[in-house]
C-alpha cells in the first residue's frame, strides 16, 4: 500500500495598495472564480479521495477584504462601469490588461473574444491606446469588459451558475445587465469559495495548511546571514536578523487561519519551502505540528547528519514521512517528489487526459512496489492554480481521470497529512536540517544579488532599525506601531 499525499498550493502576493485600499491586480478574484473553486468543488464527486490544500494567509485575507468592501479591485471597477461612460484612461486599462488570458485555452475558442484581439492587436503597448481605442465601438468595450470576466470562469462556475454557460454561448452583442451578471456571480464565488474549503475539511474530506503570514522567506528574516550556509562566497547585504518578526509571521498565519476555518492549522508550506533547523522551535511554539519541503532538502539533511557518515541515502528513503529535530524541538517533516510533482504542474497539460492520468497511476503504482514498508508515502505538493489554465478544459478531465482512479485502486491511497502522521507516528529523524529553499535548496531568487537584491535587504533593515528605536523611544501610539509593523512584515 502507498500513502499518496496531493498538497494544492493556493496563493497570491498581497496586491493591495495600502494608501488607496485598492487591489491593483485582480488575480485573487480570478483565480477563484476558476482555480479555487474548481480544486475544492470537483472534490464533491469523490468521496474516497483525500486532498490537502495550502491557503496562504496573504490570499486569504485579500478574498475576505474583497468580500466585507474594504478594498476595491482596480479591474472590477473597471469592468463595472457602463461602456458608455468608458474614459480615455478606462479604455487604456481595458485595452492593455483584459486580455490577459490564456489565449489558446481561454480565448480563442470563444470566437467574438478572438475577434476582439485581434482587432486590438495580438501585441499592443500603452501608447497605441488613443489609435486603437478609436477602432472599438461602445458595444466593442462592453463585450471585452464582459468576455474577460467571464473567459475566467472556471467549468465548477459553470456547474454552479448555468447563466455562464449560456452567456457564452450567446457569445456577443452582451447587454450592460448581462456584464453585471457575471461580475455578480464572480462577488457570489468569492463568498463562496472559502466556505467550501471550511466545510470540506469539517467533513474530513481535506486537509488545510497554511504557510508564514506575508510569504517571507523566512530563514532570511530569522537571519540572513543562514544564506552563507547554501550560498557559501556570495556578497550578501548587512546582516538582518528578527527572530521575533519571523515568529509573528507563524502565530498570525495560524490565528487567522483559526478565525476563518474553525480550527488551528497543523501544518505549515514555508514560503518557497525554505527551512532552517532553527525554524523548527519557532514552527513549535506557534503550535505546528509538521512542515513540507523539497525533497533536494532531505537529501542534503542527510549528507550532513552524524547518522548518516561514511552512507549514502537511498533515493527509497524519501517515501516515508519524516521528522526534524533542533535543540529540543522536534516537528514531522513531508518531502515532496519532485518529477511526478512537476509533471503536473507543467507537463501533464500537453498530454490527454487519460494520459496523464495512465503516467501518474503507472509511477505511482510502480512507486508502490519497491517502498513496501508500512508507512511507505509520497507527497506530491505543486501550485494548485495556475497549471489549469493550460490544459484546454482548465484540467478537468485530468483530475476526473486522476481522482477517479485513485477513488478505488488496490494498492494506492490518498491521505490527509495529520491522519497519515497520526496512523504511522514513528518516524526517521534529521538532526541537521538543510537550510534552504524548493528551488535549488539555496536562496538566490530572493538575496545576493548585489544591484538590487542586497540593496532592498538594506534598506529594509535600515526601516525595521528606525521602527524598533520609534518604539523603544515611546514615539508612537498602539495604532501607528501596529500599521508601521504591517507595512514592514508585508515588505
Not at 41 to 58: A, G, I, Y
Request: net charge negative; aromatic share 12%.
Amino acid at each position: 500500500m502507498l500513502n499518496v499525499i496531493f498538497l494544492w498550493h493556493m496563493h497570491q502576493p498581497y496586491y493591495v495598495n495600502p494608501l488607496t485600499k485598492t487591489a491593483e491586480m485582480p488575480w485573487v478574484r480570478l483565480h477563484a472564480v476558476k482555480g479555487y473553486l474548481d480544486m475544492i468543488s470537483v472534490l464533491e464527486d469523490f468521496p474516497n479521495v483525500r486532498v490537502n490544500f495550502n491557503m496562504t494567509p496573504v490570499l486569504v485575507k485579500q478574498i475576505l477584504e474583497f468580500n466585507e468592501g474594504s478594498v476595491k479591485d482596480l479591474w472590477f471597477e473597471a469592468s463595472l462601469k457602463p461602456a458608455a461612460d468608458l474614459s480615455a484612461q478606462d479604455k487604456n486599462l481595458i485595452l492593455e490588461n483584459f486580455f490577459k488570458i490564456n489565449w489558446d485555452n481561454m480565448l480563442k475558442p470563444h470566437l467574438r473574444f478572438a475577434e476582439l484581439l485581434y482587432k486590438r492587436g495580438q501585441s499592443f503597448s500603452p501608447g497605441q491606446s488613443s489609435s486603437v481605442a478609436d477602432r472599438f465601438n461602445e458595444q466593442d468595450f462592453r463585450d471585452v469588459q464582459t468576455w474577460f470576466n467571464l473567459g475566467w470562469c472556471g467549468y465548477r462556475a459553470e456547474h454552479y451558475f448555468p447563466r455562464l454557460r449560456e452567456l457564452k454561448i450567446k457569445g456577443s452583442g452582451f447587454s450592460e445587465s448581462e456584464k453585471l451578471e457575471v461580475l455578480d456571480i464572480h462577488r457570489q464565488i468569492l463568498r463562496l469559495v472559502l466556505k467550501k474549503y471550511g466545510e470540506m475539511e469539517q467533513a474530513g474530506r481535506v486537509e488545510l495548511t497554511t504557510t508564514p503570514f506575508y510569504h517571507p522567506i523566512l530563514p532570511l528574516v530569522y537571519d540572513s546571514e543562514l544564506a552563507r550556509r547554501c550560498m557559501p562566497g556570495r556578497k550578501l547585504p548587512r546582516p538582518f536578523s528578527y527572530p521575533e518578526d519571523a515568529l509573528s509571521h507563524l502565530v498570525r498565519a495560524a490565528d487567522q487561519h483559526e478565525q476563518v476555518f474553525g480550527r488551528r492549522p497543523r501544518g505549515l508550506w514555508p514560503s518557497e519551502g525554505s527551512v532552517a533547523p532553527e525554524l523548527i522551535p519557532l514552527m513549535r511554539k506557534a503550535g505546528f505540528e509538521y512542515f513540507c519541503t523539497d525533497e533536494a532538502n532531505l537529501f542534503n539533511s542527510l549528507n550532513h547528519d552524524p547518522a548518516w557518515a561514511g552512507k549514502t541515502a537511498d533515493h527509497l528513503e524519501l517515501f516515508q514521512g519524516w521528522s526534524a529535530q533542533y535543540e529540543g524541538a522536534k516537528i514531522n517533516a513531508v518531502f515532496r517528489e519532485r518529477p511526478l510533482s512537476d509533471f503536473i504542474g507543467f507537463v501533464a497539460s500537453k498530454n490527454s487526459p487519460q494520459q496523464a492520468a495512465d503516467h501518474l497511476i503507472f509511477n505511482l503504482e510502480h512507486i508502490a512496489t519497491v517502498a513496501h514498508e508500512p508507512n511507505a508515502m509520497i507527497a506530491l505538493i505543486l501550485d494548485g492554480e495556475n497549471a489549469w489554465e493550460h490544459f484546454a478544459d482548465g484540467g478537468e478531465g485530468f483530475l476526473r481521470n486522476l481522482y477517479g482512479r485513485l477513488s478505488d485502486h488496490p494498492v494506492l491511497r490518498t491521505k490527509c497529512i495529520s491522519d497519515y502522521f497520526a496512523e504511522f507516528p514513528q518516524t526517521k529523524t534529521t538532526t541537521t536540517l538543510h537550510t534552504g529553499s524548493w528551488i535549488n535548496s539555496d536562496f538566490d531568487i530572493w538575496i545576493g544579488d548585489e544591484a538590487e537584491e542586497n540593496v532592498a535587504w538594506d534598506m529594509l533593515g535600515q526601516t525595521r532599525k528606525f521602527l524598533e528605536e520609534q518604539v523603544r523611544g515611546g514615539r508612537l501610539s498602539d495604532e501607528a506601531k501596529n500599521r508601521a509593523f504591517e507595512e514592514i512584515y508585508a515588505a
